[in-house]
């Protein structure tokens, strides 16, 4: 699994959709899109955030990564 697809599972469980997260975060759909999508990594600063946003431990992104 990559970073992009824990970030999604993590937001899906949730019930957020990609333009609340987004939104939360201070970011655009679009990067937010791109992140899933493996095409862009996030920056330590956005991942942080998105660990705050959905309520989890930035590590949780990276579980499976390896």
Same mark, same amino acid.
């Given at each position: 699994?990559? @970073?992009?697809?824990?970030? &999604?599972? @993590?937001?899906?469980?949730?019930?957020?959709? /990609?333009? $609340?997260?987004? $939104?939360? @975060?201070?970011?655009? &759909? #679009?990067?937010?899109? /791109?992140?899933?999508?493996?095409?862009?990594?996030?920056?330590? &600063? @956005?991942? #942080?955030?998105?660990?705050?946003?959905?309520?989890?431990?930035? $590590?949780?992104?990276?579980?499976?990564? &390896?």
């Amino acid at each position: 699994m990559t @970073v992009g697809r824990n970030i &999604q599972t @993590v937001r899906e469980s949730r019930g957020l959709t /990609q333009a $609340e997260t987004a $939104e939360k @975060v201070g970011i655009t &759909q #679009a990067a937010l899109c /791109q992140i899933e999508r493996g095409t862009r990594n996030p920056s330590l &600063q @956005v991942a #942080a955030e998105l660990a705050e946003v959905l309520g989890c431990r930035i $590590e949780r992104f990276l579980e499976g990564t &390896q």
